[in-house]
């Protein structure tokens, strides 16, 4: 299974966009790219997903390079509500499982 | 639409004994997903349930086993603790991988201690 790099923080200030990396070298053709996000030990929670084309939601935009190999999750309007962690996963389209790293801890500062 | 509800919230056993966890899954969803995360790590997959029956499994022992009802709830086992099994335990509800609309939606998780 591909395996993702994310940075282990971040900080952001609030109301400024968050933009959140991840590499993902090893991706193939037919992975997807998924971001959760995780509040102090409640359970993760769904944000976006992407297999080419760049997405956007209510809640994030995601950016994906066009070889693949990286993405960008956006918040546009971060607010201390945001702050999470926050994990990039490919999964094989017919996969049964994530493969969940260690994510990036984003902290909005007011 | 329900989300997906787990049980019980917090739980204590001591080494040894054996733990049932349960999960309902959210309205429509017939495939269910357990997981555990430990203190600092992400969530690591145990199996999914799919149709009642073991759709997958991560490298976990025996020891953990699951249950599938035909309602889509879940039950999770682990037999003989060790102080290792404490951790978060999380279910997760989806239609079957590979469908349009399979993201996986989490409940809260039930936090299991072993003394």
């Known amino acids: 299974d591909a395996k993702t790099t994310q940075p282990p923080s971040m900080d952001c200030a609030e109301g400024r966009a968050a933009n959140l990396p991840c590499n993902h070298s090893?991706?193939?053709?037919?992975?997807?790219v998924y971001w959760y996000r995780q509040i102090h030990s409640q359970g993760p929670q769904y944000i976006i997903h992407?297999?080419?084309n760049n997405e956007t939601n209510e809640m994030a935009s995601l950016i994906i390079t066009e070889d693949r190999k990286s993405s960008t999750l956006i918040l546009p309007h971060a607010t201390l509500r945001d702050t999470a962690v926050y994990y990039c996963?490919?999964?094989?389209?017919?996969?049964?499982?994530?493969?969940f790293g260690t994510g990036t801890s984003l902290t909005v500062i007011p | 639409e329900t989300g997906v509800t787990q049980s019980p919230t917090h739980l204590i056993k001591t080494r040894g004994q054996q733990v049932t966890l349960r999960c309902s899954s959210q309205s429509g969803h017939n495939t269910v997903s357990w997981y555990q995360q430990a203190l600092g790590q992400g969530p690591q997959f145990i199996f999914q349930y799919y149709r009642e029956e073991e759709n997958g499994r991560g490298n976990f022992p025996p020891r953990f086993s699951g249950l599938q009802f035909p309602n889509y709830s879940s039950e999770l086992n682990v037999n003989a603790l060790e102080l290792d099994d404490s951790a978060l335990y999380l279910c997760?509800?989806?239609?079957?991988?590979?469908?349009?609309?399979?993201?996986?939606?989490f409940g809260p998780g039930t936090r299991l201690t072993v003394l």
């Open positions: 090893t991706i193939s053709g037919n992975e997807y």
């Open positions: 992407g297999l080419k």
């Open positions: 996963i490919v999964r094989v389209a017919t996969g049964n499982q994530f493969y």
């Open positions: 997760a509800s989806s239609w079957p991988a590979g469908t349009s609309a399979d993201t996986q939606y």
